[in-house]
């Protein structure tokens, strides 16, 4: 896996876009980047995708860089129920996903 | 459609007895993963299998910790005898593999404690 680094903690006010960074500088050309989420007492749950390209789907978007060395997850609405863990992985084609310590995002009201 | 169901939620258990988690994965999934993760902590990956064959087990600590997959579907994560290290959560997650390996859907979890 390229090791991936994201900041501890973020807050965001609770209607406004959560933007969260992931930095991935030793990513190789066929690693995918994962995003997951994790909700108090819940087990982590899968958001986006993607190797190159931007990404959107019903949950939030992906904005890879061009070098792809590192990457935002936009939330674009952000809710209470938003709040949780956020997990940024780049496992090496089918290797296994290697959860760092995520950042801790708290949507404020 | 059902998810990844996980039972017990809890156990409390004494240090050196046995303790067992159960999971149903998603049908259709021939993948199923158990992770373990400590308080504060990612969940780290236990064991993989494919269909009924443990294709990665290397971090799975072999002189306490079993598991199986008979059939390809459920899977049983055992531990025997407990330490008070083992308290955690142990997490299920089954995914339909081959290009979608990655997407994996995790059940709550198990929490452990060992007393």
């Known amino acids: 896996d390229a090791k991936t680094t994201q900041p501890p903690s973020m807050d965001c006010a609770e209607g406004r876009a959560a933007n969260l960074p992931c930095n991935h500088s030793?990513?190789?050309?066929?690693?995918?980047v994962y995003w997951y989420r994790q909700i108090h007492s819940q087990g982590p749950q899968y958001i986006i995708h993607g190797l190159k390209n931007n990404e959107t789907n019903e949950m939030a978007s992906l904005i890879i860089t061009e070098d792809r060395k590192s990457s935002t997850l936009i939330l674009p609405h952000a809710t209470l129920r938003d709040t949780a863990v956020y997990y940024c992985i780049a496992p090496f084609g089918n290797e296994k996903l290697t959860f760092g310590t995520g950042t801790r995002l708290t949507i404020i009201p | 459609e059902a998810g990844v169901v996980q039972s017990p939620r809890y156990k409390i258990i004494e240090k050196k007895q046995p303790v067992a988690f159960w999971c149903n994965p998603i049908?259709?999934?021939?993948?199923l993963y158990w992770y373990l993760q400590n308080l504060g902590q990612g969940p780290e990956l236990l064991i993989r299998?494919?269909?009924?064959?443990?294709?990665?087990d290397s971090q799975l600590p072999k002189d306490r910790f079993s598991a199986e997959r008979l059939k390809g579907v459920d899977s049983t994560l055992k531990i025997q005898p407990a330490e008070l290290g083992d308290s955690a959560v142990y997490l299920c997650?089954?995914?339909?593999?081959?290009?979608?390996?990655?997407?994996?859907?995790f059940g709550p979890g198990t929490r452990l404690t060992v007393l």
């Open positions: 030793t990513i190789s050309g066929n690693e995918y």
């Open positions: 299998y494919e269909n009924e064959e443990a294709v990665d």
């Open positions: 997650a089954s995914s339909l593999g081959g290009t979608q390996y990655n997407e994996q859907f």
């Open positions: 049908s259709g999934h021939n993948t």
